[in-house]
């Protein structure tokens, strides 16, 4: 099979019929072996009925209806790990990325022979909050991990067979796709493109922020490394504070007097310890989740016809 198209779907009914009707045009123009992946991620509403539909009309359909919801990135490792194209393109079909890109990718792979082609936003759709949450999200995931992440990378993306197995290899429970797209690695190229918007995002601050912790936690040790040196850097200021006051005392018999230098003091430090054991409990729930290795998702079943009617 020359081409595998994956898409996920969540409250994606009012998209999924033009969604179909465009990739498959697109599709058509690179080759006619090609198959189309609809992973159904727990999606509330009738998604999954319109899929099996597609399914029933067109051979070249295949639809994984997942147990329950297991989110985003966890539904496209699904769908990867079941497409069997020399290429495959993985797009979200809410159709704020075009189906049309698909083309346009194929063009920019065949040009520079390389394994991925992604895109990136030249500007971050929607309101201010969305754009400016979203720049310091990348600053600060690239300051704290040491790792040159994209800036603004989306979805949409089309990539060999050769890439697809080496980015399966990952196993981690707590995935973060943007990092492991990232790091293994290959000649890959970015295509800027303009993304759509389709209404309000459903990704508020603090569903960033724990993207953005998460993000930190699973590509670096940085954050463990600072606690050392800032422990270590209070304790020093803390010896020299200890000294001082004892020499005070010895030589002109002068005391501090008053305790509220010495609350402050404890607050300050009681609030470090905490923030400290919390950024610590992080790593360590990681490993107690990594080492369960439950599966990325369940699928509860599969629709798809056999190859020979492909």
């Not at 020359?2 to 009707?21: C, H």
């Not at 990867?80 to 083309?103: M, N, Q, T, Y």
């Not at 018999?253 to 919390?278: A, D, P």
Request: with cysteine; net charge positive.
């Amino acid at each position: 099979m020359d081409l595998s198209i994956v898409t996920t779907m969540y409250g994606s009914a009012p998209y999924l019929q033009e969604f179909y009707e465009r990739v498959a045009d697109e599709a058509q123009k690179i080759t006619s072996s090609y198959e189309i992946i609809f992973v159904n991620d727990g999606s509330p509403d009738n998604s999954l009925d319109i899929a099996v539909k597609l399914y029933e009309n067109d051979s070249k359909v295949r639809v994984l209806d997942l147990s329950r919801n297991f989110g985003h990135h966890k539904a496209m490792m699904t769908g990867l790990s079941h497409a069997r194209g020399k290429l495959v393109f993985l797009i979200d079909c809410d159709l704020e990325e075009e189906p049309e890109l698909l083309d346009v990718f194929y063009q920019k792979r065949m040009e520079l022979d390389c394994d991925v082609v992604y895109g990136v936003q030249k500007n971050r759709k929607g309101n201010w909050f969305e754009k400016v949450t979203g720049a310091i999200y990348y600053r600060l995931l690239r300051q704290l991990s040491g790792i040159d992440f994209p800036k603004n990378v989306v979805t949409v993306r089309l990539m060999t067979r050769r890439y697809v197995k080496s980015l399966l290899r990952h196993r981690e429970r707590e995935l973060d796709m943007a990092g492991i797209w990232y790091i293994t690695g290959y000649k890959q190229v970015s295509l800027t493109i303009i993304k759509h918007s389709k209404g309000e995002t459903t990704y508020n601050f603090s569903k960033k922020l724990g993207i953005l912790i998460n993000a930190v936690t699973s590509f670096s040790n940085r954050p463990l490394i600072f606690i050392f040196y800032l422990g270590l850097l209070i304790s020093s200021i803390s010896a020299y504070c200890i000294l001082d006051l004892v020499a005070r005392k010895i030589l002109f018999g002068i005391g501090l007097e008053g305790w509220t230098s010495l609350i402050v003091s404890i607050w300050f430090i009681g609030g470090l310890i905490i923030s400290f054991l919390g950024i610590i409990g992080i790593y360590i729930s990681k490993i107690f989740i990594e080492t369960k290795q439950r599966p990325y998702s369940i699928i509860r079943e599969i629709y798809q016809h056999s190859l020979k009617q492909k």
